[in-house]
């Protein structure tokens, strides 16, 4: 069992910047591919970015540019940079982890952009 705890979200005016974390227990953070996901009210949750053992990385059309997602396997950490943010990126964030048809979810940090 995976144990995923997000923090870093917050309020944040138009054009800023936020870096969110999720710190991994329980499990081979290795054996993952870690993601974040986001959930606007009335919307269903998307993938924003993932992120590989190997560092592959992937990417959602809307934040390419913008965000980045890393990891760093000897913390058992994944982080999202978020930079020059939009009303519409507004959202609960969740952290993944993925190992074939295994996913484990965090409980979600609200990011909201406004002025």
């Known amino acids: 069992q995976v144990q995923l705890v997000e923090s870093g979200g917050g309020l944040v005016q138009p054009g800023g910047s936020l870096r969110l974390s999720c710190a991994a227990s329980g499990g081979i953070f290795m054996f993952y591919v870690m993601g974040w996901y986001r959930q606007a009210p009335g919307k269903q949750r998307e993938l924003v970015a993932d992120?590989?053992?190997?560092?592959?990385?992937n990417y959602a059309d809307s934040v390419k540019g913008r965000f980045t997602i890393s990891r760093d396997n000897a913390k058992n950490m994944v982080y999202l940079q978020m930079n020059s943010l939009k009303p519409e990126d507004t959202a609960v964030y969740y952290c993944?982890?993925?190992?074939?048809?295994?996913?484990?979810w965090g409980q979600g940090t609200q990011v909201t952009v406004s002025s």
């Open positions: 993944n982890a993925r190992a074939g048809k295994v996913d484990y």
């Open positions: 992120i590989t053992s190997s560092g592959r990385t």
